[in-house]
């Protein structure tokens, strides 16, 4: 776990993923590029919009008998609403996501070492397309031109406020398997990346550490 | 911040743009449309201050029976009623209420309620598989097409996490399997599966005991609700068919062990020419016993009739019992092919006769040409009649039971466009 002071405040900045890149300071809001030898200072990330999700950094649970930590937050915008993505560094050190939308919660896993080849073009995408991933059949169902609102925490990739991603919705013929796509706008070639997983009940992941709510 | 716990999260207020009046968003974030409860404008919520989008020009008012802001206990749930929209099947303008539940830790449900009935329903993922064109099936469950058509918005105020407004209108298709209900709403491409299951009204007055006076009062059957005559039906068959058997076994035995015991035989011809003659019979003995005796009146006859006024006369007591006793027999051919109708024999029991010397006194009537009637009298042999009986009471609990197990699916399926029991092309009832 390297830890470093911030180059703008001083305050101790800790990496509890090896895979981070980026972070936020806790005190001083400052956005940090994890460099060779020490951070890089960014500029401030402006405050995320407010929301009742019940999850915060900090909170933990338990996926398929492995303890995992929230470490960092993603906040999505588009169209019709917004959603979250919290990355969580799972006990054995492999990294994870739980993404968050309309009270739903999906647990997936960056898919690595997938063949370019396999994955479609950004202009060929359509809804109703059929693909074949990793030996399953999955059709597409969504597509939003979403921004990012920013970031809490720290994450394995850059994600500021403005920046552009088109998000693609995959559904296979087992129901509870979610997939997606995603295109970041800064992405050369039509890079995306590929996130494969299913939707979870937070009760489901003995979660601890949440938020707490008025009325509940 | 980071990990802030200490303080509880309230739901955010704001300012009505358009009215100025306090509202509220307890799933901020999750909140795409809010309509203000005090002008019932729709506010787009995914801007730091709601926007309005559109004002309420209908001049329509409902009012959820649950209102906003109650919090509820559900299936082990708690939660909290933030949206009410009224939405209404646009070709028969029955119109139903949607309650959206919402739990921080657990998500969105729906309550819905229809003339009364109540459902949960809650979104779903996995994909029902289509069985036939009326037919699907999910988790090894068959659901049955209960009605399809299109549903608008009548009413919305409170939260939602979609963009709706009055007069949105989407495809919907109902499939039922009591007490559990499939619906897809939507388009080829955009579709959505929910699932609601049938919540006894009980259930829901424990949950919102502040207003429980106004939940719980429906009328007719609820789609998915479940029929109280179904789930026993099996069992209730096999014992009643056990019961027959045993029933039918003992009948046997007690003929086998018990047979007819022929008292006496009479033959009596009606001399030529005549419809109508009075006989009396040569004397024989009834034995003391049982005290019921069987009279059977025989006459093999094609398209006529008898009738005989039977008088059973105690020679030494001067009792007599006094009965009637009719045959008639019709055959013929129509369109149809042959046909029949009655029968050749008729018989009856005559109870708590003693034991005695007696003769029979006939005043028989036909219109038959020379006919001959033949009577029996005996004891016994008539288990025929008790077997009967009883198989008749020991069917009317399970008949009485399908009846209404029948009744009650012909009501449910009353408000359905595709019953089982109508057939609408031709107006018939159909089974």
């Keep these: ?216 | 911040m980071v990990g802030n716990s200490s303080k509880k999260v309230s739901p955010k207020v704001f300012n009505c743009p358009n009215c100025g009046g306090l509202l509220s968003i307890s799933a901020l974030g999750s909140t795409t449309t809010v309509s203000c409860q005090h002008c019932l404008s729709i506010l787009d919520a995914t801007h730091p201050l709601p926007k309005l989008i559109q004002k309420y020009t209908s001049n329509e008012s409902y009012k959820p029976d649950i209102p906003l802001g109650t919090f509820g206990v559900l299936r082990g749930v708690k939660w909290k009623v933030i949206g009410f929209m009224v939405r209404m099947d646009r070709a028969s303008s029955f119109a139903w209420n949607e309650y959206l539940l919402f739990n921080p830790y657990v998500g969105f449900v729906w309550l819905l309620q229809s003339e009364g009935h109540f459902s949960l329903a809650k979104s779903i993922r996995s994909l029902p598989e289509m069985t036939n064109d009326n037919q699907l099936i999910l988790s090894g469950q068959n659901y049955q097409l209960f009605n399809s058509g299109t549903a608008i918005v009548k009413y919305v105020v409170g939260e939602f996490y979609w963009r709706v407004k009055v007069n949105d209108a989407t495809e919907m298709t109902d499939y039922i399997s009591p007490p559990y209900m499939l619906s897809i709403e939507g388009t080829a491409s955009e579709f959505n599966w929910t699932l609601s299951e049938y919540l006894p009204a009980a259930e829901v007055q424990k949950a919102f005991p502040e207003q429980s006076n106004y939940l719980g009062y429906s009328i007719g059957v609820g789609a998915n609700q479940v029929n109280p005559f179904q789930n026993d039906r099996g069992t209730l068959f096999w014992t009643w068919f056990v019961c027959a058997l045993v029933m039918a076994a003992f009948g046997l035995y007690l003929n086998v062990t018990k047979p007819e015991k022929v008292i006496f035989l009479d033959k009596v011809g009606f001399p030529q020419g005549t419809k109508n003659i009075k006989v009396v019979s040569q004397p024989f003995e009834i034995p003391d016993g049982q005290g019921n005796v069987n009279f059977e009146l025989y006459a093999p006859l094609n398209n006529s009739w008898m009738y005989a006024g039977v008088d059973l006369i105690n020679e030494e007591t001067g009792d007599s019992f006094s009965f009637d006793e009719g045959v008639e027999y019709y055959s013929g051919y129509d369109s149809d092919g042959a046909w029949s109708e009655g029968s050749y024999s008729s018989d009856r029991v005559v109870s708590s006769v003693p034991g005695g010397r007696y003769h029979l006194e006939y005043d028989l009537q036909t219109d038959a040409v020379a006919p001959v009637a033949n009577v029996k009298v005996s004891r016994h042999g008539s288990m025929k009649m008790n077997f009967i009986l009883a198989l008749l009471l020991i069917s009317l609990y399970p008949l009485i039971r399908e009846i209404r197990r029948r009744s009650f699916e012909m009501k449910r399926w009353a408000n359905s466009d595709f019953s089982p029991y109508y057939s609408y092309a031709s107006g018939d009832e159909d089974d």
């Design chain 1, 1 to 216: 776990m390297a830890h470093l002071n911030c180059p703008s405040c001083g305050a101790k900045v800790e990496f509890k993923s090896t895979v981070s890149l980026y972070t936020v300071c806790a005190y001083c809001r400052s956005y940090l590029f994890r460099g060779e030898e020490h951070f890089e200072n960014m500029g401030k990330m402006a405050d995320l919009p407010e929301d009742s999700s019940p999850l915060q950094i900090g909170a933990s649970g338990i996926y398929m008998n492995k303890s995992f930590t929230i470490v960092g937050k993603n906040k999505m915008k588009w169209e019709d609403g917004f959603w979250n993505e919290w990355y969580l560094n799972m006990q054995d050190g492999t990294p994870a996501w739980l993404a968050e939308a309309q009270g739903e919660f999906i647990l997936n896993f960056e898919q690595k070492g997938v063949s370019p080849s396999s994955l479609p073009r950004r202009s060929d995408i359509k809804i109703g397309q059929r693909l074949s991933l990793q030996n399953q059949t999955y059709t597409i169902v969504d597509i939003k031109n979403a921004e990012c609102c920013g970031s809490e925490g720290e994450l394995p990739f850059r994600a500021v406020p403005g920046e552009k991603r088109f998000s693609v919705d995959l559904r296979s013929t087992q129901g509870e398997v979610f997939s997606s796509l995603e295109f970041d706008e800064t992405a050369k070639n039509d890079e995306c990346r590929l996130y494969v997983g299913r939707y979870i009940s937070l009760r489901g992941l003995q979660m601890k550490f949440l938020r707490e709510f008025d009325g509940w």
